[in-house]
């Protein structure tokens, strides 16, 4: 067994600037980062809310023909909330929402959306957040000064379930921020705005969004009375581009989005829900191919990358009986430039893997009558090799990649970028979250298989929605499942994963039998039923492998991928009925560590049984490249950086040495 540290050489590319890899951020999905917030004392904030509650002409303040112009500052510099017409309202637009018939509540202050330097007052405030509830697509055109967007259905936002944690969870903020809102103790106040709400005519969507904030009594709320469009213009800020994050006021002592670590192209809090919107006829094939491969980042070749690249401990003594396609590594060790060598390889080969999915991308994308378009493979053919068997070419292959129907359904995306193949997509035989007259099929999953390689099945998915937990569950019932491999060990607030407790659903009932915690993973037994029939089925949930990263510890990686073999094989002999896709394995959006998993998976497969096999293991043919070149014909962004690429050198050379005699 391997046993860290490993022997390593620190090496750069021979570039101009030096970038090491742990500075380099990537954005698969949003990440939690530490941050502090100061607030005003839970004693200052009561007395505030009690000093609002008492005051005589609060509900005078509702009618804005009779109210007198007040000063309602209940501490030193707090914001003028409540003041007379002064100038005439802004002609208004038609509501976009329904409106309702109910007031908001007494406790929720209206801030005159006429009055500049009352607006002014209130947002420059440093424990103030401005919340945006305008459809995204307004918001990112044009909106008040670094307000953040959470803009859901009505439909969600009056259901008593959707609680403020489901609210918070659905938007596109950042995490800190996320973490922040849902703290116990933290008192600071809300600014709520749509696009035209008055005292008298409140949207639905604002008059929702602001009962959440209400809830457990944490926030101040206010609401701006007249909406955007009665705000001054100097109030208002165009976006020509889409928001790097959720931004949050640079004066603001809540987390700032200076605070956060720049991703590659810094998409990655765009939300799965608010945010999700099709190309437009203009350019959409530029847009949608721009958007797509923001958050699917590569190595810059313009900036050096370090990597002290892991060497098993007995390396220098069975180094020579490498299977030929890793004799690189091999003939790098023991130089002074080692790592560098090896990085260069290694990142000349991922350049090739992205250059063909951009060429995959741009075909799906423009693909819109069923007919495969094939002039974008011309830069590829200038490069040598392509359309060779050893290097796949998307313009040469008999696949028509095209965006699948159903990727409307922005709810059950978890990223807006991510989204399946139509050719090898999973089809679902019911959707249960999506209740319509129409049969819906759709399921962000797409199958994976290389024959060459492995016998081996698996469907690669994202990890599933609180929206779509009935769907993830029909999809492994209908297509046999029998092993879940999850990836993914993020937190979510106030949500209990799918594998943690027992579930009903119409047609199918799940129950947890067995838990056993092993070193990295999560080893549980669980049965499925369906009507009369019981099936057996086996979870792993890794625990230790960072979003968008590698593990630490190789080993952990490999004993979890053994169990799983050992538990498959033992249902084989015991059940004469082998289920075709056996394997489900799922990250957060399913592309990034899915795909190093099933890489490992399936060439370690090839070591195991050589028999039938076109490819030889100990050959000259690279089995990780080709692996992720056919994995990305069936699934974007499988294996979705040059770190987790590098890995997957890492881990398969430990599997070959350890039992190398």
């Known amino acids: 067994m391997i046993k860290p540290p490993y022997p390593s050489i620190s090496t750069t590319n021979n570039t101009s600037e030096q970038v090491n890899s742990s500075s380099i951020h990537y954005s698969e999905s949003p990440r939690t980062l530490n941050s502090t917030f100061d607030a005003p004392t839970a004693e200052e904030f009561i007395k505030f809310q009690n000093t609002l509650r008492s005051t005589s002409c609060r509900k005078t303040s509702l009618d804005r023909s009779v109210s007198p112009k007040l000063d309602r500052r209940p501490f030193k510099g707090a914001p003028v909330v409540i003041s007379k017409d002064t100038k005439p309202r802004f002609p208004r637009s038609p509501m976009s929402a329904s409106i309702s018939l109910i007031p908001l509540p007494v406790t929720v202050l209206p801030v005159d959306a006429t009055d500049t330097e009352a607006v002014l007052q209130f947002i420059n405030a440093t424990d103030t957040l401005v919340v945006d509830v305008r459809p995204f697509n307004a918001y990112s055109t044009l909106r008040l000064a670094e307000a953040i967007n959470i803009c859901l259905p009505s439909t969600l936002l009056k259901r008593a379930s959707f ?31 749509d696009q035209a709400s008055a005292a008298q005519k409140i949207s639905l969507q604002l008059y929702h969004t602001v009962l959440k904030f209400l809830e457990g009594d944490s926030f101040l709320v206010a609401y701006l009375d007249g909406g955007f469009e009665a705000v001054d213009d100097s109030l208002k800020e165009t976006m020509p581009t889409l928001p790097v994050k959720s931004p949050v006021y640079p004066r603001s002592t809540l987390p700032r989005s200076d605070q956060f670590s720049d991703s590659s192209d810094g998409m990655e809090n765009i939300p799965f829900l608010t945010g999700f919107t099709l190309p437009t006829a203009t350019n959409s094939d530029v847009k949608l ?30 180094k020579d009986k490498l299977p030929g396609w890793l004799r690189f590594i091999a003939e790098s060790y023991g130089k002074e430039n080692c790592n560098q060598e090896i ?36 830069s590829l053919h200038d490069s040598s090799g392509y359309g060779t068997p050893s290097e796949l070419c998307p313009c040469c292959d008999d696949i028509t990649y095209t965006i699948p129907k159903g990727v409307e359904y922005g709810y059950k995306n978890r990223y807006k970028n991510v989204w399946p193949y139509e050719h090898s997509r999973v089809r679902l035989k019911h959707s249960p979250s999506c209740r319509t007259t129409t049969h819906d099929d759709y399921f962000n999953a797409n199958y994976i298989h290389f024959d060459e390689l492995s016998d081996n099945r698996y469907i690669a998915t994202q990890n599933p929605l609180e929206a779509t937990n009935e769907d993830f569950w029909n999809a492994v019932w209908s297509n046999g499942v029998q092993a879940i491999v999850c990836l993914d060990n993020s937190k979510s607030l106030h949500t209990t994963k799918y594998y943690e407790e027992d579930s009903q659903y119409q047609n ?49 990686v490999v004993n979890m991928m053994k169990l799983k073999d050992e ?22 959006a399913g592309c990034g560590r899915t795909g190093c998993f099933i890489t490992l998976d399936m060439v370690a497969s090839l070591f195991e049984n050589l028999s039938d096999k076109a490819l030889d293991p100990w050959g000259s043919e690279d089995l990780i490249y ?36």
């Not at 000349?348 to 007919?371: K, M, P, W, Y």
């Not at 033992?570 to 056996?582: F, K, L, P, T, V």
């Open 626 to 661: 080709k692996s992720v070149q056919f994995q990305r014909q069936q699934r974007i962004s499988m294996v979705q950086n040059l770190g987790q690429f590098i890995f997957c050198y890492e881990s398969v050379l430990s599997y070959i040495l350890e039992d190398m005699v």
């Open 289 to 318: 191919l721009d958007s797509i491969k923001k958050t699917l980042p590569r190595i810059d070749t313009n900036v050096k990358y370090t990597h002290h690249f892991k060497f098993p401990e007995n390396f220098a003594e069975k």
């Open 567 to 588: 538990v498959l094989s033992q249902e084989r002999i015991e059940n004469d009925q082998i289920r075709s896709w056996e394997v489900l394995v799922h990250c957060s």
């Open 163 to 193: 609680d403020l944690a489901h609210v918070v969870n659905a938007s596109t903020i950042s995490q800190t921020l996320k973490d922040t809102l849902l703290s116990k103790g933290m008192h600071f106040k809300i600014l709520v705005y």
């Open 508 to 556: 199918l009932s799940i129950h947890i039998e067995l838990a056993e915690e092993h070193t990295g993973f999560t080893f549980r037994k669980i049965s499925i039923k369906k009507h009369e029939e019981v099936r057996t089925l086996y979870h792993f949930a890794y625990t230790d492998w960072p979003d968008f990263g590698t593990p630490d510890d190789l080993n952990t």
């Open 343 to 378: 990085v260069n390889h290694l990142n000349e080969r991922f350049n090739r893997l992205e250059a063909s999915e951009q060429v995959r991308l741009s075909l799906a994308i423009n693909n819109t009558d069923g007919i495969a378009q094939r002039s974008s493979c011309t």
